[in-house]
């Protein structure tokens, strides 16, 4: 008898935890929508900012939130994919998996800013390539390698050891085998991990901040090295800067809807890719 | 021994350790052309063990060490210089488990003949179908062959698996207990399976159903702890057999 409204108990604190989260992201959504979606409109998708930043387009902020998302997801997850491969499937010294470990463990503990000037003074600075969309793409690439490798890590390690066998057995080299079999069968998994850092890589402001961000720039990054607008920075722009804040505001909040959209997006697209490509590998 | 048995495997004084604990004991046997040879004993043992020796499966786990050589076609397989690919294609294995790839009945057949560098299409596909047939799974899959090899049932998922492993064209097959997981059904369709597959192949074969082992095999060895007790023509060792020990195994003693 106890035991049951022990149970019940529980089960009724578990239910409204749930709630509440949902709730919260709910209301996040919900706060998003209602303050920004007045402001969308064509012109806004398309046109670059007029008047000081009161009026016209964020075109030019949403082209390069996405070039500088997929520059970190084009740099980071073949050298995270890499570095996980290496640790799971070669057997280096627990000297080595143990380093790698903690860099990595600690690497994803930086604050972003750190990043932000690590950005700066070496690709910014020490490689030459300056405030443009190279050096964001890279920052953010390493902001989000940790994210990489762990999830990589786990997938591979999921991936059970009698496939591989069953690899070799047949006189695939070790290579074969982790291209052919072991790669195919983490996939899924690893682009859980993809999926999570494009949201990470789209919304930071602190890494992109010295490294590619440009307050104005009225048409499309047109090389690696150009400098770019971007949705979160330019977030911040309008609520920290300028002199007409009652029409800054809403701007602010649909840039805000739109990133959230251009996640929502780019996550959709990886998880269709996910899928299509996933399907023969999990049972 | 009769003139038709020609070594084609020989071990000579294998030892075998998992770190410090050691789990073959100085084993010597020789397996025979176109034979069946069955290992049988308690689990734990080292059938296992032993059998994975012979396509150098063992060299995957870590912290282990051999003694002693394994001679296949005048090489010695144990030696540190010796190609496990190489070996791996003339010594094929069936597994325990099945452990189809999570690729399509075709893909998994064709998976073999791939990473050899076959690219043509008819070629690839004529072998995926030939080794299907061996394998008595052709007309069960013939029409899904893009099916996702992991729908199919446990036995379909075992005869798949040898399939794969013929397509290679191996000379000699491991098979470790591999009706383990499968219903009496699927078993008796494996044991069929084996028995026409000697004609051509060398087989090893593990199993703890003593039954099967009558079945299916001309040679037996018997292991217990690690050690080799007796190895003798199946009709011998289950008649009259040598070694107190191998007559309390196959009288239920233990086991
Ligand atoms: N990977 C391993 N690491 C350490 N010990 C092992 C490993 N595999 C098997 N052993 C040990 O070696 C002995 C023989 O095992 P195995 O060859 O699997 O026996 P069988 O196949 O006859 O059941 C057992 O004592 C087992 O615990
Ligand atoms: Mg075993």
């Known amino acids: 008898m106890k035991n049951k409204i022990v149970e019940n108990i529980g089960f009724i604190i578990i239910t409204l935890c749930l709630l509440a989260t949902l709730f919260f992201l709910a209301l996040i959504i919900y706060f998003i929508f209602a303050k920004g979606i007045s402001v969308i409109s064509w012109e806004f998708l398309t046109c670059a900012p007029r008047k000081a930043m009161t009026a016209g387009g964020v075109a030019p902020a949403i082209a390069g939130t996405i070039f500088l998302t997929l520059g970190a997801v084009i740099f980071a997850l073949p050298l995270g994919m890499s570095c996980a491969i290496y640790l799971n499937e ?130 499309y990054p047109d090389s690696p090295f150009s400098e770019v607008m971007a949705l979160p920075y330019h977030i911040y722009a309008l609520m920290t800067e300028g002199t007409r804040p009652e029409l800054q505001t809403p701007i602010a909040y649909g840039c805000a809807l739109l990133l959230l959209a251009i996640v929502l997006l780019i996550s959709s697209a990886a998880i269709i890719l996910r899928n299509k490509y996933g399907r023969y590998y999990v049972s | 021994m009769s003139a038709e048995n020609i070594i084609r495997i020989q071990a000579e004084n294998v030892n075998f350790y998992y770190g410090r604990h050691k789990a073959l004991k100085n084993i010597n046997l020789d397996f025979y052309n176109n034979k069946v040879t069955s290992f049988i004993g308690p689990s734990g043992c080292g059938k296992s063990t032993f059998i994975r020796l012979l396509n150098k499966m063992n060299d995957l786990v870590a912290d282990t060490k051999t003694e002693g050589n394994i001679w296949l076609d ?61 394998a008595a799974l052709w007309n069960e899959v013939k029409d899904r062959l893009a099916d996702n090899a992991l729908k199919l049932s446990g036995g379909q998922q075992q005869r798949l698996c040898i399939a794969r492993c013929l397509a290679v064209e191996p000379e000699v097959i491991l098979f ?80």
């Not at chain 1, 600690?106 to 950005?119: I, M, Q, R």
């Not at chain 2, 190609?83 to 010594?91: E, M, Q, S, T």
């Open chain 1, 90 to 219: 070669y057997n280096p010294s627990g000297f080595i998996v143990n380093a790698v470990r903690i860099g990595v463990n600690n690497l994803a503990g930086v604050p972003s800013v750190v990043f932000g000037l690590f950005g700066l003074a070496v690709f910014v600075k020490f490689l030459g390539f300056g405030v443009s969309v190279l050096s964001g793409s890279l920052t953010l690439g390493i902001l989000i390698l940790p994210a990489i490798i762990s999830a990589s890590q786990e997938a591979l390690t999921a991936v059970p050891q009698s496939v591989r066998e069953a690899s070799l057995a047949l006189g695939a080299t070790k290579l074969q085998t982790i291209v052919k079999t072991v790669i195919p069968s983490a996939l899924p998994g690893i682009m859980t991990g993809v999926i999570l850092s494009i949201g990470r890589a789209a919304g930071e402001t602190a890494p992109i901040l010295f490294t590619a961000a440009a307050f104005y720039k009225r048409g």
């Open chain 2, 74 to 134: 005048g090489e010695n397989i144990l030696h540190d210089k010796a190609d496990a690919v190489k070996i791996r294609r003339k010594v094929g294995m069936v597994f325990q488990k099945p452990n189809p790839f999570a690729k399509t009945i075709f893909q998994n057949v064709s998976y073999g003949l791939e990473i050899n560098g076959e690219k043509n299409k008819k070629i690839i596909s004529d072998k995926v179908e030939e080794s299907l047939k061996k």
């Open chain 2, 176 to 255: 470790d207990e591999p009706c383990a997981s499968l219903d009496p059904i699927s078993t008796n369709k494996i044991e069929e399976l084996i028995l026409e597959l000697k004609k051509q192949y060398t087989i090893v074969i593990v199993t703890h159903n003593m039954q099967q082992a009558a079945r299916v095999s001309d040679w037996t060895a018997f292991m217990y702890l690690g050690e080799l007790i007796e190895f003798a023509s199946t009709d011998k060792i289950f008649t009259v057999p040598k070694e107190k020990k191998t007559e309390e195994y196959l009288s239920g003693k233990f086991g």
